[in-house]
């Protein structure tokens, strides 16, 4: 419900919505996908300043998969990483945390919270032919 909210239920292939939290942080929500019933979004977060230089670590990346029917986002990867299990053992040979799923989502909750409460909006669309 919160990806919509920040979508505007506008959803369009190329469409990219940045959210300046502070003079500093942006995260950016691109849309790329979208079928009858789900859209594949991708939201990164970046820095306004020395961007180019820092590590892929420090700038996060998620894609994410909305389901319209059922109102429910499933992250489809993160930092590049795909198909996250739900559980893991522990130790494991990518020292993946045992929660690492539920972590992903509370990541992807408070990313989204915060763009809410605190993002300023602008909208690029970029045509494909």
């Known amino acids: 419900m919160m990806i919509l909210r920040l979508l505007a239920d506008k959803e369009h292939v190329g469409e990219e919505r940045d959210f300046l939290i502070s003079d500093f942080l942006r995260y950016r929500i691109k849309v790329d996908e979208v079928t009858r019933y789900t859209s594949l979004i991708t939201m990164t977060q970046n820095t306004t300043v020395l961007s180019d230089t820092l590590p892929d670590i420090l700038k996060p990346k998620m894609v994410v998969r909305l389901y319209h029917d ?18 893991y053992d522990y130790p494991n040979k990518k020292m993946h945390l045992p929660d690492e799923k539920q972590q992903i989502n509370l990541f992807l909750k408070e990313w989204l919270q915060l763009s809410l409460q605190l993002g300023r909006s602008s909208v690029t669309h970029h045509l494909y032919n």
């Open 70 to 87: 059922a109102k429910m986002a499933e992250v489809i990867s993160n930092q590049d990483i795909s198909k996250v299990k739900p559980r």
